[in-house]
């Protein structure tokens, strides 16, 4: 038989009969670390409401009540610190500011003090989607609670979002209609004399 080239066959084979050589396998020092991407929910606006009067149109879009921080991620983390959080908001939200649905047109004035209350403590879009049921009081939380995803699976929800949460309180609490008769009552009492 004839001789074999140092590195290319049995005649170097380890106990294994596989030969191992440098060239053949890197050191782990060498070997770049494995790239994990994790993926990210994408931040997803829902259909705004169509509104007739154009002046009408901030106050029914979602996207006017949006957080300076638009993070999506919610774990564990996020989860620990949410009760220091909620103090926090609580602090700028005011005591005794929570919403019960009434009167129906107030959604406008709690919209914009949450948001407000979020965005002076850097509060994300995930955590206020999970921050806003604490700031309503009864019947309302019941109902916002309905429409949220469980935390254990069960219940998948009518709402997976900060916005859509949003879009779901404008749509059940507020309409064109009942908004129109409210300026016009304003602006009929701010015209006329001896008021």
């Known amino acids: 038989m004839g001789e074999v080239p140092p590195g290319t066959g049995s005649a ?12 053949d396998e890197e050191p782990l020092a060498r070997q770049g670390p494995e790239i994990v991407r994790e993926t990210f929910p994408t931040r997803e606006v829902p259909a705004k409401i169509v509104v007739n009067i154009p002046m009408f149109r901030d106050v029914f879009d979602c996207e006017s009540y949006s957080l300076v921080n638009k993070s999506l991620t919610y774990g564990s983390r996020e989860a620990h610190t949410l009760g220091r959080r909620k103090k926090d908001v609580a602090q700028s939200f005011g005591v005794r500011s929570e919403w019960d649905g009434t009167p129906p047109l107030k959604v406008f004035q709690f919209l914009r003090k949450f948001a407000k209350a979020c965005d002076d403590n850097d509060v994300s879009e995930a955590e206020a989607f999970f921050m806003l049921q604490d700031f309503t009081k009864e019947p309302l939380r019941s109902e916002v609670m309905s429409v949220m995803p469980s935390r254990h699976g069960g219940n998948p929800g009518e709402v997976n979002s900060y916005l859509e949460l949003i879009n779901w309180m404008l749509r059940y609490h507020a ?14 009492a701010t015209q006329t004399p001896g008021y």
């Open 175 to 188: 309409d064109e209609a009942s908004l129109a008769a409210q300026v016009e009552e304003f602006n009929r």
């Open 12 to 23: 170097d084979a380890g106990p294994g009969g596989s030969s191992s050589t440098e060239s």
